[in-house]
C-alpha cells in the first residue's frame, strides 16, 4: 500500500474530519456567536495549532459585517501575494469578489523610494483606491497595518472590515493594539502571532459563510 492510498483523503473528506478534529481540541471558547466560533476553527486548522484559538478577536459584529461586505461584492485588498493566493479562487468566484494586492508591482517600488518608506507601506498607500467598503487584509507586516490605520485614522479610506494578523517582534503587538483602538470593524490575533494563512483562512471562513456552504 502507498503512503497516498494509506493516509491520504479526497478534498471534502479532509475537511470534514479537519474540522471535526478542530472543534474537538478547542479549549472552551465562551461568548462567541456559531459564526465567530468557526472563523476561530478555521484560523486554527490553517495554523495546526489549537492554542492559537486563545489570541483571536473579533471587534462587534465583525463577522456578520465581513459577511455583508461579500455578498455587496466588496473587494478583498491583501497587503501581500501570500495572501491573496491563500484565498479560495473557486469561492471568490462563487461571490464575484476581485482581490487587490500592490506589494511587487513597480508602482509600488517606486512609491517607497520616494517616500522614504518601506515597500507594505507603500504598498497600502498604492491600494487607497479600492478600500473603500472593502475587506482589508493584513497577514505579513506589521507597518502596513499601522500605515491602513493611519489612513483609516484620517479618514482618506473606510473598509467594511480590517482583518489584522500581522506576525513578528518589531512594531506587530503595537499595531493590533492600536487596530482595537481604531474607529473599524475588525478581526485579530493578538501579540506576535498570526501571519498569511490565518489571514486567508479568515477570509476563506467569511466566503464560506457568505454562501452559507457550511455548516455552523
Known amino acids: 500500500m502507498s503512503l497516498v492510498e494509506k493516509y491520504a ?12 478534529a478542530v472543534e474537538a481540541c478547542l479549549p472552551q471558547l465562551d461568548g462567541l456567536t456559531p459564526e465567530e466560533r468557526y472563523v ?28 455583508a ?9 491583501t497587503d501581500v ?7 479560495s479562487k473557486a469561492l471568490l468566484s462563487k461571490c464575484g469578489i476581485t482581490t487587490y494586492c500592490q506589494i511587487d508591482t513597480p508602482n509600488t517600488a517606486q512609491r517607497a523610494k520616494s517616500e522614504g518608506t518601506t515597500r507594505s507601506v ?4 498604492e491600494l487607497t483606491p479600492h478600500l473603500n467598503g472593502a475587506i482589508a487584509v ?15 485614522k484620517a479618514g ?24 482595537a483602538k481604531a474607529d473599524v470593524p475588525y478581526i485579530s490575533v493578538w501579540e506576535r502571532r498570526g501571519g498569511s494563512s490565518a489571514a486567508a483562512a479568515t477570509v476563506n471562513a467569511l466566503l464560506g459563510l457568505a454562501l452559507q456552504e457550511v455548516s455552523i
Open 9 to 20: 483523503l479526497l478534498p471534502d473528506e479532509i475537511d470534514r474530519r479537519s474540522i471535526e
Open 40 to 67: 476561530v476553527c478555521r484560523i486554527v486548522r490553517a495554523e495546526g495549532d489549537p492554542e492559537i484559538s486563545k489570541a483571536v478577536g473579533f471587534s462587534p459584529n465583525a463577522v456578520e459585517l465581513g459577511i
Open 69 to 77: 461586505a461579500i455578498r455587496a461584492k466588496a473587494a478583498v485588498v
Open 81 to 87: 501575494r501570500m495572501v491573496e493566493v491563500g484565498i
Open 122 to 125: 507603500a504598498a497600502v498607500r
Open 138 to 152: 493584513v497577514g505579513n507586516a506589521p507597518t502596513a497595518l499601522l500605515a491602513l490605520l493611519d489612513m483609516v
Open 156 to 179: 482618506e479610506v473606510s473598509p467594511a472590515l480590517v482583518i489584522g494578523m500581522p506576525v513578528g517582534f518589531i512594531a506587530c503587538t503595537e499595531s493590533k493594539a492600536e487596530l
